[in-house]
């Protein structure tokens, strides 16, 4: 099977409110970014673009309609998927392995401050039936139920959120995306009054305004284009249950990250334990605990374990196993769509970095993302150098 | 991709099911419990179970219709999309055909075995009409102040096309007779009657040269498609229908500035198909049609623009009989949306659908007359801009 890569990356303000441009603006900023760092011109060298982006954040019915322009698409294969960035990735991944497609571009952007009524616009997503009569009051009570679902099947107490919470915004402090990026301590998380019991407001992910393109590249045209290729070993997304049927799925857990991972572990060609192939993980955050589910989902370590390796200083950025160095999004906001685009950006600029000084095929790493409420979906990927 | 001719596509894909629910105004049933009637059909006619699918990809155009923001989760399960890798796609109006172009590539990557192919739409519970979803479909701050509305636009591109072409009034009532006509024979069809061209002129204006009877109704439902790999296909029927070619392509957002009497966007996106398929003269090797006919000149004017007839030679052909099901080039055979109905993305799947059923000689009485091999089916939507294109032959 043709293998792919990402052979550049362009992005632009992970700020809580990019001001000085529109999101077509920083669509095309990344854009340019993008396919000025591997020398490419869209309209003669890019095969297909993808464009990741849903309805209601944009206020647009069929927003695909503004995506060819500021990612070079016009008069081409250009289209949308309503979902996260790494569902894109996927795409790519998918067209570039038809043995048809060589380059590829893959853009996914958020602008949750021009959004006046984001509690509005999330309980549009909740079942018209069941759930959204309800009108509940805080956006993030389903993270809330999660939560306490999680750590009364674990154990845990909040001081294992707390410690999520304040790794990753210290993490973030030396990352010029982390604009959420603190020197907050454990007791300044468990002080604090919860936003949604138990999740106080160190525990939940602001958002951001961002826009990133990638290009996946086929072997061939990875080759030609640069000598850092970031190859995506493996990708895999999985839904587990409807919105339509939130009431009815496993609060405590999130089967779907298991079976993201799994299939990228497969298309990997990889079995084991993520830590035994690779050297760090960028995993879900938007929530404290989640990072604790992310690493159990993933076959990185069961709660209590993670919670000694958390204890231990093992998953900070000059630990063992480093788990979001980045900071994550506690650190650099949630970009709705782009979130997980954030993370492969994140282990793709960390990998590019390592590849320079290491032999080929040393160094992978693990990204797990989650669509956020009230979805299951999530998605996973393993790159590599 | 432009230097590789067709042979560099790696794995051959297959159509093994189809289904389709009614297309209706005011369904009772909710967007899940469609998709799931079409999915299930679907399913059957493949003779598989959703065990036997590995991967599912939703297709639906605005989220507004259903009135549900992330509309892809919320329809998962009703998609049979649950504990497997889900994707929705979508180009607005082009998503119907965009469905099986992704659904093909999930196959011919190799990652997929099989693919549950769904679309669905349900316009009708819009208020105090869908064409109030439609006020949000235009540039927020150049178009939207305006007012516009869809039809208007649609009426500025069909006089253009009358009159780049001199084309009347009634030549182009002839396709809404011949596809509305055609539905008769479809039993999921909203629309079918035997009207004549004086009842279109004679229908009201909505905003002309657009008359009531020129337009596809409202109309909710779901189509779903089962593709398989080529081992797959051969193991699960004798008679697979094989994707030989497709093509998409998105104009700019800028429809104002575009020359709306010819799909430019619908050609590029057909050249991509055909070269895939190696087809050099389509208006030879393509037996058989199906053209995205939301409004009855958008019919002709894509039959251009597949290059199934030279620019403005579509009516001409058309008032010959060209287009019947008896014709030379059957085009809509189905019935098309102005006759079976426009639940947007369901409607373009609808027409791919139409294809395998016609390949296989499944269509009963909308079988058309002369043998066939190969059929073109196409979509087209956004603000005039997008074009899906899917080939297929037996």
């Known amino acids: 099977m043709p293998r792919a890569a990402i052979v550049s990356a362009g992005w632009y303000g992970f700020k809580p409110e990019v001001g000085e441009l529109s999101f077509r603006e920083m669509m095309f900023e990344a854009a340019l970014r993008a396919y000025s760092a591997a020398g490419v011109d869209p309209r003669r060298d890019v095969d297909a673009f993808f464009s990741c982006q849903e309805d209601y954040w944009e206020g647009i019915a069929i927003t695909d309609e503004f995506a060819p322009e500021p990612i070079g698409g016009v008069l081409r294969p250009t289209s949308t998927v309503a979902g996260d960035f790494i569902q894109c990735l996927g795409q790519a991944v998918m067209l570039v392995r038809t043995g048809y497609f060589d380059l590829v571009a893959v853009e996914s952007h958020a602008k949750p401050s021009d959004i006046a009524t984001i509690k509005g616009v999330m309980d549009m997503a909740l079942d018209p039936l069941y759930l959204r009569p309800l009108d509940p009051p805080n956006p993030h009570f389903i993270g809330g139920l999660m939560a306490n679902a999680f750590l009364a099947r674990t154990g845990l107490g909040r001081e294992a959120l707390a410690m999520v919470a304040a790794k990753n915004k210290n993490a973030g402090l030396s990352n010029p995306r982390a604009s959420h990026a603190a ?50 070993e493996g990708v895999g997304w999985s839904t587990e249950s409807g919105t339509g049927s939130l009431a009815w799925h496993q609060w405590d857990s999130m089967p779907s990250i298991r079976m993201a991972v799994d299939m990228a572990k497969s298309m990997a060609g990889l079995s084991g334990r993520p830590q035994t192939f690779t050297s760090f993980a960028e995993l879900e955050d938007r929530y404290s605990f989640m990072e604790i589910l992310s690493m159990e989902e993933a076959g990185i370590a069961g709660p209590e374990e993670a919670y000694s390796m958390l204890e231990a200083g093992d998953t900070e950025p000059s630990g063992n196993y480093p788990v979001n160095p980045s900071g994550g999004s506690l650190a650099a906001g949630v970009a709705l769509e782009a979130t997980g685009g954030f993370r492969v950006l994140e282990a793709y600029e960390r990998l590019m970095a390592m590849g320079e000084e290491l032999e080929p095929g040393a160094e992978r790493a693990l990204v797990v993302s989650w669509r956020g409420p009230p979805t299951r979906t999530a998605m996973a990927v393993i790159l590599g150098v | 991709m432009v230097s590789r001719p067709n042979i560099h596509v790696k794995s051959k894909v297959a159509v093994v099911g189809a289904g389709i629910t009614l297309f209706r105004r005011r369904m009772l049933e909710t967007p899940r419990e469609l998709a799931w009637e079409a999915a299930r059909q679907a399913l059957d006619s493949a003779g598989l179970t959703l065990r036997d699918i590995d991967c599912v990809v939703i297709g639906s155009a605005p989220d507004a219709f259903d009135g549900v923001h992330m509309k892809g989760e919320y329809l998962a399960d009703g998609s049979g999309g649950l504990f497997k890798p889900t994707v929705r796609v979508y180009v607005g109006g082009g998503t119907g055909v965009f469905v099986p172009i992704a659904a093909w590539w999930h196959v011919a990557s190799g990652l997929c075995r099989t693919v549950l192919a769904v679309a ?82 004679n229908s009201e204006v909505l905003v002309w040269p657009v008359n009531r009877l020129d337009v596809s109704p409202v109309s909710d439902g779901a189509a779903a498609l089962v593709l398989a790999s080529e081992n797959e296909a051969r193991r699960v029927t004798d008679s697979p229908v094989w994707i030989e070619g497709v093509g998409w392509t998105l104009d700019n957002t800028h429809w104002y500035n575009r020359e709306l009497g010819y799909p430019r966007y619908v050609q590029y996106a057909a050249r991509m198909a055909y070269k895939m398929a190696g087809i050099e003269r389509p208006w030879r090797d393509i037996d058989f049609a199906e053209p995205y006919d939301p409004f ?99």
């Open chain 2, 120 to 201: 669905e739409e349900k316009m009708s519970h819009a208020r105090p009409h869908p064409q109030g979803v439609f006020a949000y479909i235009w540039d927020p701050v150049l178009e939207r102040p305006l007012g516009p509305n869809l039809l208007w636009i649609f009426a500025l591109e069909m006089r253009r096309y009358m009159h780049k072409c001199n084309v009347s009034k009634e030549t182009i009532a002839l396709v809404s007779v011949k596809n509305k006509r055609n539905a008769l024979d479809h039993p999921a069809a909203q629309a079918a009657a035997n009207i004549t061209v004086e009842d279109v002129l």
């Open chain 1, 183 to 232: 020197p907050v301590t454990l007791g300044d998380v468990l002080s604090a009054k919860p936003v949604v019991d138990p999740l106080t407001g160190y525990d939940i992910a602001p958002f951001s305004d961002a826009a990133i393109v990638m290009l996946v590249a086929s072997e061939e045209a990875a080759r030609r284009l640069t000598d850092t290729p970031v190859w995506i």
């Open chain 2, 296 to 394: 009855d000149y958008k019919e002709l004017h894509h039959i251009e623009g597949l290059m199934l007839a030279r620019p403005c030679e579509a009516p001409k052909l058309l008032e010959e009989g060209w287009f019947d099901r008896s014709g030379e080039l059957p085009t809509s055979p189905s019935g098309g949306l102005l006759g079976v109905g426009n639940p947007i993305a369901a409607a373009g799947l609808m027409k791919a659908a139409e294809l395998f059923w016609q390949l296989r000689y499944e269509a009963g009485a909308r079988q058309v007359k002369k043998p066939v091999h190969r059929g073109v089916a196409q979509a087209w939507g956004d603000l005039m801009q997008a074009g899906t294109v899917v080939v297929m032959g037996n």
